[in-house]
C-alpha cells in the first residue's frame, strides 16, 4: 500500500527558513510525481511546487518562486520542500502528494494526486 508521511512544520518567525520532508512507504518515490499543496485556514488548498519522475522539471505557485525549493533524496526515499525568507503568508497546513507518472512533466492541481501525506502546521510565532 502506497503511504506518504509529511514532516518538518513549526513556529516560525519572518525571515526564517524551514524544510518540510516527505517520506514513502511500499513503493519507489522516484518514479512518481511529488507535489507539495498548503491550506491556510478558510482558503483553499493550492498547490505550491511540484517535482517530475526523474527529477528533471519542476514548478512552482508565482507566490513561492526564489523561495521554495522541491528536491529529492532517492537514496532516504524522500522528498524535501525547503522555504525560505518565511512570510507570514506561508502559515498554512502543508502537504504532500504523489501521482503516477506522466512523461517529463509535474503538475500542482490536486485533481491529479491520489496519495496524500497527513499536513504538517507552519504557523508564525507573535
Known amino acids: 500500500q502506497l503511504q506518504v508521511v509529511t514532516s518538518g512544520g513549526g513556529l516560525v518567525q519572518p525571515g526564517e527558513s524551514l524544510r518540510l520532508s516527505c517520506s514513502a512507504f511500499?513503493?519507489?518515490?522516484?518514479?512518481?510525481?511529488v507535489g507539495w499543496f498548503r491550506q491556510a485556514p478558510g482558503k483553499e488548498r493550492e498547490g505550491v511546487a511540484c517535482?517530475?519522475?526523474?527529477?528533471?522539471?519542476?514548478n512552482y505557485a508565482d507566490s513561492v518562486k526564489g523561495r521554495f525549493a522541491i528536491f529529492r533524496n532517492n537514496v532516504m526515499n524522500m522528498v524535501y520542500l525547503q522555504i525560505s525568507s518565511l512570510k507570514p503568508e506561508d502559515a498554512a497546513e502543508y502537504f504532500c502528494?504523489?501521482?503516477?507518472?506522466?512523461?517529463?512533466?509535474?503538475?500542482?492541481?490536486?485533481?491529479?494526486?491520489?496519495?496524500w501525506g497527513q499536513g504538517t502546521q507552519v504557523t508564525f510565532s507573535s
Open positions: 502528494a504523489v501521482a503516477p507518472p506522466q512523461g517529463t512533466y509535474c503538475s500542482r492541481r490536486t485533481e491529479e494526486y491520489d496519495v
Open positions: 517535482i517530475s519522475k526523474g527529477s528533471s522539471y519542476t
Open positions: 511500499g513503493f519507489n518515490v522516484e518514479e512518481y510525481r
